[in-house]
């Protein structure tokens, strides 16, 4: 159980490395408002089905994807 539990908390913190580092470029990158602005919801929305899904997989509720134990 701990052991799930600290892999759990390595997954969000990449997963928060790496989401901040695409908003980071999307930001860096120059293109026009909209792009920037759908690209930005786009990368936010993705982290938040991979955050869903690795809670899901703790939980035990799905077995499927990254496995935790």
């Known amino acids: 159980m701990i052991q799930s539990l600290v ?4 997954y ?3 997963l928060g490395i790496i989401m901040w580092l695409l908003r980071y470029l999307v930001d860096a990158i120059p293109m026009d408002e ?7 919801i786009a990368i ?5 089905l991979i955050l869903i899904l690795l809670l899901l997989n703790f939980t035990g509720l799905i077995d499927g994807g990254m496995r935790l134990r």
């Open 7 to 10: 892999y759990l908390v390595i």
């Open 12 to 14: 969000i913190v990449v």
């Open 34 to 40: 909209p792009f920037r602005r759908v690209a930005n």
């Open 44 to 48: 936010v929305v993705v982290g938040i």
